[in-house]
């Protein structure tokens, strides 16, 4: 049984859409402003001229291979892509959202550097729609998708709100406004203000000389294992022998309630030890040992996640290009902190709180999949036929096809001169032979195809020159697009 509906067909790539390719343009000679310029990944320029048209769909061919963007208006896609143009009356939003579903990074076969080869886009297989359908089907998916699209950027506000939530946690739990029902206010006698270096048994970081190195052993850490505010030694890229780990002094090797922080580039992050599994760290982290008797290990933690510790870094932290805590300077950060007891309570309602918001992030990361699920199940049911209706008096898409072959044969049906031939004609034209057929032509304003009738000469060599003509320094060569014909336009103003 057929998996798309009878009016439809399928057929491949090649037999439908030309993939022409991108041109060479430089960022130093873009003009700035104009037209936009396409690379494999969007949008990186703007240029007086175009390359292309009208609408246009750009296909990554290398770099962001597969990648598929749209431009509503003429543009110039760069040599990183292909581009089409030509949809023989067919929505272009249609073939957008045909090759997003056609996933053609996949087809990369490339090892070095990624790349996309027409001959196996050409001929992967598609589902032709009749031209009314197709339409359905692109004004359908617009409107589902920008749905998707609204949904995405809501919930991509729940991390925000989530980190500002925990933020605003610890600090309310380090000021005594979290335990405000109990009297606590942190600026009273119940609270003192103390350096690290007192109520910590030690402040160090790690061994100023490279390690010895060695493909098993003790994990080897740096501050990516502990960006996210939590300890990962799966993160370890490298390890140090034992014999070495033995040899590091007690106050650099790990151990459970102990808390990381980071001084030396990303600096300001801490994470607690949770684990008992030997490792040790590069000197752009710090180790603090807690004295357990003054302060509770995560009271310790949270304290050193406040903006009032990011602030107290910065103003001791030196360096230009790359920022470093000294020691001397992370063991006179100041801290508030009230009785022992105290901190425990402050501690379990952190936590409570904590819980509560890491249940909602679950929930959110459960709904983010759920979303980033809805457009490749929305293509895949579109390109299925299962999106809209099939009207009852829709062209079948047999005879689209046969349209499409008609005049894409009588396009390659056009007179080729012999190598001969091309080889003498291209040898006559010139920017000035150019120039002077231009000057003759009837109106100032004229499409690539009327000049082209004008000119015995090969397609391509008129194209290099109307390009070159364009990007002299004072251009008397202009192109427009022109807004009633909804096509570009060349303009002639000779000074």
């Not at 729609?129 to 506000?157: G, M, S």
């Not at 600090?171 to 005594?176: C, L, Q, R, T």
């Not at 309630?257 to 580039?265: A, Y």
């Not at 040790?280 to 040992?289: D, E, G, M, N, V």
């Amino acid at each position: 049984m057929s998996q798309y509906p009878s009016s439809w067909m399928e057929v491949t790539l090649g037999e439908i859409l030309e993939f022409n390719y991108g041109k060479s343009l430089p960022n130093r000679i873009r003009s700035g402003t104009g037209f936009p310029v396409y690379g494999s990944n969007g949008v990186i320029g703007h240029h007086h001229s175009a390359l292309t048209d009208g609408e246009t769909l750009i296909i990554g061919r290398k770099g962001s291979v597969g990648e598929v963007h749209i431009s509503p208006t003429p543009c110039f896609p760069i040599d990183t892509t292909y581009y089409v143009d030509q949809f023989h009356d067919m929505p272009a939003r249609y073939w957008l959202y045909q090759l997003k579903n056609l996933r053609l990074n996949q087809l990369n076969k490339s090892t070095a550097i990624p790349g996309l080869n027409r001959e196996d886009a050409y001929s992967t297989k598609v589902t032709l729609a009749p031209l009314n359908e197709q339409k359905r089907i692109a004004d359908k998916l617009d409107a589902l998708l920008t749905r998707v699209d609204t949904c995405r950027e809501k919930l991509n506000r729940i991390s925000l709100l989530l980190k500002r939530f925990r933020q605003a946690v610890i600090n309310a739990a380090i000021s005594g406004q979290l335990t405000e029902d109990l009297g606590d206010v942190s600026l009273s006698s119940q609270w003192q203000r103390v350096s690290l270096s007192e109520i910590c048994l030690s402040i160090t970081d790690g061994d100023h000389q490279a390690p010895p190195q060695t493909k098993h052993g003790i994990p080897f850490i740096t501050i990516s294992a502990i960006n996210d505010g939590r300890l990962r030694i799966d993160k370890a890229t490298r390890f140090v022998p034992s014999v070495y780990f033995e040899q590091i002094s007690a106050s650099r090797k790990p151990e459970m309630g102990d808390i990381l922080f980071s001084v030396t580039g990303s600096i300001g992050i801490s994470a607690p030890v949770d684990t008992s599994e030997p490792f040790t760290f590069q000197r752009h982290i710090a180790i603090l040992k807690p004295d357990l008797s003054r302060i509770s290990s995560n009271f310790l933690l949270y304290s050193l996640g406040t903006e009032d510790i990011k602030r107290q870094a910065l103003s001791v932290a030196t360096g230009t290009a790359q920022l470093t805590i000294p020691l001397s300077g992370l063991k006179a950060l100041m801290i508030n902190i009230p009785a022992r007891e105290k901190q425990d309570e402050i501690v379990s309602r952190v936590e409570a709180l904590f819980t509560y918001a890491d249940r909602l992030e679950s929930r959110y990361k459960a709904a983010c999949t759920q979303v980033e699920r809805l457009t490749p199940a929305l293509l895949a049911k579109a390109f299925r036929g299962e999106l809209v209706s099939q009207g009852t008096n829709d062209e079948p898409a047999s005879v689209l096809l046969e349209r499409i072959r008609t005049q894409r044969a009588a396009k390659s049906a056009q007179p080729k001169r012999s190598q001969a031939s091309r080889k003498s004609t291209m040898t006559k034209m010139t920017k000035e032979s150019v120039k002077e057929v231009i000057r003759q032509l009837p109106k100032e304003r004229f499409s690539f195809d009327e000049l082209y009738e004008k000119i015995p000469g090969e397609y391509n060599s008129l194209k290099d020159i109307l390009f070159d003509l364009l990007n002299e320094t004072e251009p008397i060569l202009m192109q427009v697009f022109d807004q009633q014909e909804r096509a570009m336009r060349f303009c002639w103003e000779e000074k």
